[in-house]
């Protein structure tokens, strides 16, 4: 059965931090692991990874896969009170047309 | 650009009541899916579809339909609504296949008293 772990399930920390958010996942036939920040409403996307060890990058934002150790981390620098949300992460497959997502890591910034 | 629209935002059922929750895309999208969110548990996939008249199930089928008759359509059947379908659901999209970045509606929180 494919699955796909994030720890931690939640973490507060204080603005200007930076925070590592992690996922773990065992999926067969893995084609991509997607990020996505969901605040009150819809998940929106944050990143897509399919190659070990390529850094992307967005502003703030940065993630990276390891495919050996299946795993992926995103990491946050200098949070803001705006980067609280529940972060999810997915591992997609190339055989089945499915996502498995992971069920999230809550994310509060504080003052 | 309207992307994934889902109708209606809040809706509150009796058991064994039935209803379609509607989802529409506009950016000519082959694959759809719909998840449930629960706490605790993530979002899980009840159905996905591929393309116009192609629908498979996900992990939490059960007590609910789909169909895929257009390619901006797929709309979600409950078929004798239960308390444990009280739940948020939200349709999704992508260009042809899960692996790829999906686009997700705003979600319909259903209640099932």
């Known amino acids: 059965e494919d699955k796909v772990v994030q720890s931690p399930l939640s973490l507060v920390v204080h603005e200007g931090d930076t925070v590592t958010l992690n996922c773990s996942y065992e999926?067969?036939?893995?084609?991509?692991l997607l990020w996505y920040k969901q605040e009150k409403k819809a998940p929106t996307f944050l990143f897509m990874l399919?190659?070990?060890?390529i850094e992307k990058k967005s502003g703030r934002l940065s993630s990276i896969l390891d495919k050996k150790e299946l795993f992926s981390i995103l990491n946050i620098t200098a949070t803001q009170t705006g980067d609280s949300a529940v972060y999810l992460c997915?591992?997609?497959?190339?055989?089945?047309?499915?996502?498995?997502f992971g069920t999230g890591t809550r994310l509060q910034v504080t003052l | 650009n309207a992307g994934v629209t889902q109708t209606p935002k809040f809706q509150v059922l009796k058991t064994g009541q039935s209803m379609t929750l509607q989802c529409a895309q506009d950016?000519?999208?082959?694959?759809m899916s719909w998840y449930r969110q629960d706490p605790g548990m993530g979002l899980r996939l009840i159905h996905y579809?591929?393309?116009?008249?192609?629908?498979d199930q996900g992990e939490v089928p059960n007590g609910y339909n789909v169909s895929r008759s257009t390619t901006e359509d797929f709309p979600l059947r409950l078929l004798s609504a239960a308390p444990s379908q009280t739940s948020v659901y939200f349709c999704?999209?992508?260009?042809?296949?899960?692996?790829?970045?999906?686009?997700f509606g705003d979600g319909t929180r259903l209640s099932i008293l």
């Open positions: 999926v067969t036939n893995f084609r991509s």
């Open positions: 997915a591992a997609g497959t190339g055989t089945a047309s499915k996502l498995t």
């Open positions: 579809s591929v393309g116009a008249g192609i629908t």
């Open positions: 999704a999209s992508s260009y042809t296949q899960a692996s790829q970045p999906q686009h």
């Open positions: 399919t190659s070990s060890g």
């Open positions: 950016m000519n999208h082959e694959y």
